[in-house]
């Protein structure tokens, strides 16, 4: 009889014999998925998901990097050529609405934050491009001539409906990063430095790190001047003061104990950056602080450099 089987076996059509190993194949794969523990095959589904989000994210960065890289210059921006070619960035903008950004890292919600308020703002002043004048209040071609520009406008962004005023007043302060409120390009002269690249997690502290030092060295941010014995500031300053004084206010150097919170946080946030004759005048520590008018000129390089 066990010869018989054994010849029956040996007769079979190799097609049936190889379904038949098929079918045990996939009978012991059934097997063994039911066997593993639920929360093993939970690791496996984080492990395969949570890089393609983080790809995703590095992707809609790399775009947003590349518009800067070609339309800004030492914070100033081609809005006429950014405008006749700004299907990247509606596209970029329009991806916010989605980003699941709860989660991440501090430093990539920072990061994605600045890049998504200064995306907006380009795509407020593109879309309005050129400017009309409405008031007298603010400078022609101003993004302060759009109507509702920060505080109605409002876009989807990782899942939340926002003004920009909302992103830098409620979305912003609990990093505790006074630094980000100069990273913010508010289309205007009188903003910190649109930087000619996106921000990222892995560069962001060398990104923050430049601020003083641009501070320091721009005349929108920080004048000096000894005839009059005054020390004319950025309104930003004013405007975000409980920021920077908490984190700046006990950083300054004890001579200056007796100022305001506010100016001892100026002083340690941009003194060490000053030229020797300015830092030898603020040491006297006999100078006024005022705050420099805001600067609502829109920050355009059309028209300059054959652009």
Same mark, same amino acid.
């Given at each position: 009889?066990? !010869?018989?089987?054994?010849? !029956?076996?040996?007769?079979?059509?190799?097609?049936?014999?190889?379904?038949?190993?098929?079918?045990?194949?996939?009978?012991?794969?059934?097997?063994? +998925? #039911?066997?593993?523990?639920?929360?093993?095959?939970?690791?496996?589904?984080?492990?395969? /998901?949570?890089?393609?989000?983080?790809?995703s994210?590095?992707a809609?960065?790399?775009? =947003?990097?590349?518009?800067?890289?070609?339309?800004?210059?030492?914070? =100033?921006?081609? @809005?006429?050529?950014?405008k006749?070619?700004?299907?990247?960035?509606?596209?970029y903008?329009?991806?916010? &609405?989605?980003?699941?950004?709860?989660?991440a890292?501090?430093?990539?919600?920072?990061?994605?934050?600045?890049n998504? @308020?200064?995306?907006?703002?380009?795509?407020?002043?593109?879309?309005?491009? %050129?400017?009309?004048?409405?008031?007298?209040?603010?400078?022609?071609?101003?993004?302060?001539?759009?109507?509702?520009? =920060?505080?109605?406008?409002?876009h989807?962004?990782?899942?939340?409906?926002?003004?920009?005023?909302?992103?830098?007043?409620?979305?912003? %302060?609990?990093?505790?990063?006074?630094?980000? =409120?100069?990273?913010?390009?508010?289309?205007?002269?009188?903003?910190?430095?649109l930087?000619?690249?996106?921000?990222?997690?892995?560069?962001?502290?060398?990104?923050l790190?430049?601020?003083?030092?641009?501070?320091?060295?721009?005349?929108?941010?920080?004048?000096?001047?000894a005839? $009059?014995? /005054?020390?004319?500031?950025?309104? #930003?300053?004013s405007?975000?003061?409980?920021e920077?004084?908490?984190? @700046?206010?006990?950083?300054?150097p004890?001579?200056?104990?007796s100022?305001?919170?506010?100016?001892?946080?100026?002083? &340690?946030? #941009?003194?060490?950056?000053?030229?020797?004759?300015? $830092?030898?005048?603020? +040491?006297?520590? +006999? !100078?006024?602080?005022? @705050?420099?008018?805001?600067?609502?000129?829109?920050?355009?390089?059309?028209?300059?450099?054959?652009?």
């Open positions: 009889m066990q !010869f018989e089987i054994e010849a !029956f076996r040996l007769k079979m059509p190799l097609q049936m014999q190889t379904a038949g190993i098929t079918a045990r194949m996939r009978s012991l794969q059934v097997r063994t +998925a #039911v066997a593993l523990p639920a929360a093993v095959l939970s690791m496996l589904a984080i492990g395969t /998901t949570a890089p393609r989000a983080q790809d994210e590095a809609r960065r790399q775009v =947003f990097d590349q518009i800067l890289d070609l339309n800004v210059r030492d914070g =100033f921006v081609y @809005y006429r050529a950014l006749s070619e700004r299907g990247r960035l509606d596209g903008v329009a991806s916010l &609405a989605g980003a699941a950004i709860q989660s890292p501090r430093e990539e919600q920072i990061a994605f934050w600045l998504a @308020y200064n995306a907006i703002v380009l795509k407020t002043v593109v879309d309005q491009y %050129p400017i009309a004048r409405r008031t007298q209040e603010y400078p022609a071609q101003s993004i302060r001539q759009i109507p509702g520009a =920060f505080d109605r406008l409002t989807r962004v990782a899942g939340q409906t926002l003004t920009l005023d909302q992103i830098e007043q409620t979305v912003l %302060p609990p990093f505790h990063d006074p630094r980000l =409120f100069l990273a913010l390009g508010r289309g205007a002269v009188g903003s910190g430095r930087r000619s690249e996106a921000y990222t997690a892995a560069d962001l502290e060398r990104q790190k430049d601020i003083p030092g641009e501070c320091a060295s721009r005349a929108i941010c920080v004048q000096i001047d005839s $009059r014995n /005054t020390m004319a500031i950025s309104s #930003v300053f405007w975000r003061r409980s920077f004084a908490e984190a @700046y206010g006990d950083k300054a004890e001579v200056y104990a100022r305001s919170p506010i100016e001892r946080a100026v002083l &340690a946030f #941009v003194a060490p950056y000053l030229l020797t004759a300015e $830092r030898e005048f603020v +040491a006297r520590n +006999a !100078f006024k602080v005022e @705050y420099l008018p805001f600067d609502w000129s829109l920050n355009d390089l059309t028209g300059r450099g054959g652009r």
